[in-house]
């Protein structure tokens, strides 16, 4: 019996399309049974919406900045539609401890960054700037601190020469886009997937063959 997972999204839901599309797979543990945008503009709604997904638009703007009804208003979403784990997707609007309480151990967050190192915004500018030789991504739990829950997945990348952050970019989401689907396919099922899934905890799917990493 498959879990029901809800993806909380605010924009494109390219991460939101990786885990739709693995959880496609008969043998996969969990169904997307909702999806949740704080911005009407979100892409990922019509997304979801071309694949039959349920979709609720909550957004926060239409709750003048009490963000304790807004996070009522989710969670009323999330148990009206039976949903057992959350995975943010993309979510971008800082959760307080009353919605993070209500899903604690049961709420994932994907990162662009290997954490501890760069939480928060701007982590490929950032990376450069700091001059590291590898980067990525993390499945995290998410925990009343910023990006700074248990990691249950990390994958890396390298920084390559002539990198800017749109490059280092879009290297990390195809790294994403892999880690997500397998790092919550642990989660659920707490054993090592079936042969031929990428194994979580640690992932590095970029070959590196060739690769001219920043001096
Ligand atoms: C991803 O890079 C994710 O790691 C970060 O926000 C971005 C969302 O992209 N939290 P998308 O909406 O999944 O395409």
């Known amino acids: 019996m498959k879990r029901r997972v809800a993806v909380l999204i605010s924009g494109r839901g390219s991460n939101l399309g990786a ?22 503009d979100a ?10 997904i349920p ?23 999330l148990n009206d539609a039976g949903i057992e784990v959350v995975c943010l997707a993309g979510y ?8 993070v309480g209500r899903w604690r151990g049961r709420m994932l967050n994907i990162h662009p960054s290997l954490l501890p190192a760069f939480p928060g915004l701007d982590t490929h500018a950032r990376a450069l700037a700091a001059g590291v030789k590898l980067h990525g991504c993390t ?7 910023l990006d700074s829950g248990p990691i249950l997945a990390q994958g890396a990348v390298p920084v390559l020469a002539g990198d ?9 989401l195809a790294v994403e886009h892999i880690l997500y689907p397998s790092a919550l396919r642990l989660f659920l ?4 997937p079936p042969a031929g899934c990428s194994t979580a905890a640690l992932l590095n799917p970029a070959p590196l063959a060739g690769a001219n990493v920043r001096a």
Do not use: C, F, K
């Open 19 to 40: 885990l739709i599309a693995a959880s496609q797979a008969p043998d996969y543990p969990a169904e997307i049974a909702l999806v949740v945008a704080n911005r009407d």
């Open 43 to 52: 892409g990922g709604i019509d997304l979801a919406a071309e694949r039959q």
């Open 55 to 77: 979709t609720r638009v909550l957004p926060h703007r239409r709750y003048a900045g009490d963000r304790a009804a807004h996070e009522l208003a989710i969670d009323g979403a």
């Open 92 to 99: 971008m609007r800082r959760l307080t401890p009353l919605l």
């Open 139 to 145: 499945v995290h739990l998410v925990t009343e601190d």
């Open 164 to 172: 800017n952050a749109e490059t280092l970019a879009a290297r990390v």
């Open 189 to 192: 099922t707490g054993g090592p």
